[in-house]
């Protein structure tokens, strides 16, 4: 169950709740008896492996092939 602290209590220890936070807690910060916020952890991205995208994207022999001049053209404007 998440932890309800108030409002002053969240100032004043507001680095010990966020470490909490970080180990995946989840802090709720209420003034008076009324909830208001959630401290909640961030997702963290996931490393993104080489190769991810395998067999989803087909490139073509032509992208190899040179431009034409008129290609080469139309990069130097």
């Not at 970080?22 to 080489?50: D, M, Q, S, Y």
């Not at 032509?62 to 001049?69: A, D, G, M, N, V």
Request: charged share 30%; proline share 5%.
């Amino acid at each position: 169950m998440d932890e309800i602290v108030s409002v002053h209590a969240a100032k004043t220890r507001l680095s010990q709740l966020l470490a909490r936070v970080e180990a995946g807690e989840v802090i709720t910060i209420a003034r008076g008896r009324t909830p208001v916020a959630k401290l909640v952890p961030i997702a963290r991205n996931a490393k993104r492996g080489f190769g991810a995208m395998h067999g989803k994207i087909v490139i073509g022999p032509e992208f190899f092939e040179p431009l034409t001049e008129d290609e080469l053209d139309r990069w130097d404007q």
